[in-house]
């Protein structure tokens, strides 16, 4: 299975879809879709509407206590909510997160953005809770994926390494991906902080960051006008051991 997982830059507001975003979609080949940063809202319908004629049939937004940003997963695979509950740190950390199972395939995926706490207290909070959900289910077949807000490479100062482990959950991997950044901030600088974070018994390959597919600019300087200010992160589940 091939998968996007991306940030769309929403912030906390139900920004437009661009008229071309689900020809974009079709064009990185993907079969399954992690939308993070993502607000739904009414508005979003003829959206969801285009995304089940281009295929993506099975469909689920994260819940949300309040105005915060969600997760949208679309698939060609059908799907169910699965049974993970999100950190409770907060309102933001509920929202930010989206267990599912699959029909006809044997494993699960997460799809994750890690809010951006300002302040260390609240950091280690969350990663501290998160950890523990995410051994919990260390044991499964699964994956998380998404914007984790920071570069677990980096971390390790380990970044040529092909992969290091996880540092908030022991038994999950991190592969490096393709590209040199995947969210480029106001100030020109990149950093690698959208991830796929899985456990052992999977096969995760073509880890890369797209930033432009053909002539249009998924992210990168906004003379391009691309889509958000996050890449995509493409990757594909090749195994099960």
Known sequence: MKVIAWNLAHQVKARPIPADFVDVILATGAETVLFNEYVDDPSREPFKAAMREAGFLHQAVSATPARYNQ???AS????EVGDLRPPQFDGSAISNFLHLKFTDFPFEIVGLRAPAYEKAP??????AELGQIMKSARDRAIL?????NFDPFVKARQEGAPQVPFPFASGYQVPNPKGAWSYLAHSGKGYKIDHVIHTPGMVITEVEYLSRIGDRHLAGEKSNAPISDHAALRFAITAID
Do not use: N, P, S, V
Not at 76 to 79: E, I, L, R, T, V
Not at 122 to 127: E, G, I, L, Q, V
């Open 71 to 73: 997760i949208f997963a």
């Open 76 to 79: 060609k695979h059908a799907f």
């Open 122 to 127: 609240d950091r280690k909070a969350y990663w």
């Open 144 to 148: 998380f994926a998404g914007d984790i």
